[in-house]
């Protein structure tokens, strides 16, 4: 998540350099023939590129649209993870009479987040961050999840006998959750108790579906696909029908479509790649849905009502962009 005012105009221009060469060369070449060489055959109407443009806006919008839903789901999500971690603290203290259960409880839970979230971060091969643009850009901040290794973290968190039921486990988070379970089974006093922690347990759950739906299912291929393939056909034309439309303001200025071509070429390409760049919220890209602060906020929070010390630090943004 991008943490700042905004992205400046130097991180856009550098995100975007490799494009705007190739749109100015996209350029050069039509207007070149065409003022030099006198191939004003080169010239095509405005009307059917515009149509294209139009239907290109309309696909874009779409995209970008579905992409920022994908975003703001996945920011409700844990904004729920984070109330029902809290709340189920709460309950915990308020009603397991051993505090080192209690503690082994928290604790357990702090693991389902820290194992929740290195799940999420894994790559999926319709993600982009292999792009080389967002490779560059990576070096700006640090992925937790893909520099430090879970176990050392599962360890401290958890007792050796937890530790080993995870071992050769396909999905630690549901297993996390099943030990929580079968532990407040033998703990809680009363079944109305016992209830109220399966209702959470299986918020939690249920959070956690959602998370997953998100992760392992992309936004739909075909749209991407086509609405990527109409942009580069646009792309292409735009040269050719400015030739006419400045030829025609006087002698000379058809050399004006070169950056006028250029940044209707960029508009287009760039409101896709903004898309591009939001449709997965757990891809490790800077404008995911920051995670690994939120985990951090919520073990803060749980350690504090323990009654730990010293606790750790919250996460701060590097270079403005919060994982």
Known sequence: MHAGNQYTFREVAIWTRRETALFLILAAFPTTLYARFNCHWLALPWLPIAMIGTAVAFLTGFKNNASYSRLWEARQIWGSIVNSSRAMA????????????GRRLIHRHIAWLTALRYQLREARVWE?????YNAEYQSNYKVAEWSDPIEPILKSLLSPADFAALDGKKNRTVHLLDLQSQDLATLVPTELTHLEFQRHIAALLDAQGRCERIKNFPYPRQFATLNHFFTWLLIFFVPFGLLQEFNRLGEGLVWLNIPASAIVCWVFHTMD?????SENPFQGGPNDVPITAMSRTIEIDLRDLLGEAPLPAALQPENNILM
């Open 273 to 277: 790649k903004i898309g591009e760049s």
């Open 128 to 132: 982009n961050m292999t792009r080389r």
């Open 90 to 101: 709460i309950l915990i203290k308020a009603t397991i009479a051993d505090p080192e259960a």
